[in-house]
């Protein structure tokens, strides 16, 4: 079966990511992404400040 749903988010929780080495380009991005509310998505500070 497959489902498409346009408005939907996929998230990954990684509790330990933030002490195992990442790659540096991929690092850059989500702070990039991040900084900008994940394009507008995301509206609220204290959900943000969870995410690395």
Do not use: C, I, N
């Not at 489902?3 to 509790?15: G, I, K, N």
């Amino acid at each position: 079966m497959y489902a498409y749903e346009p408005t939907s988010v996929l998230v990954e929780v990684d509790w330990d990511k933030d002490s195992r080495a990442v790659d540096a380009q991929d690092r850059r991005l989500f702070h990039e992404r991040k900084a900008t509310g994940f394009g507008g998505r995301v509206h609220q500070p204290g959900l943000l400040s969870l995410m690395g």
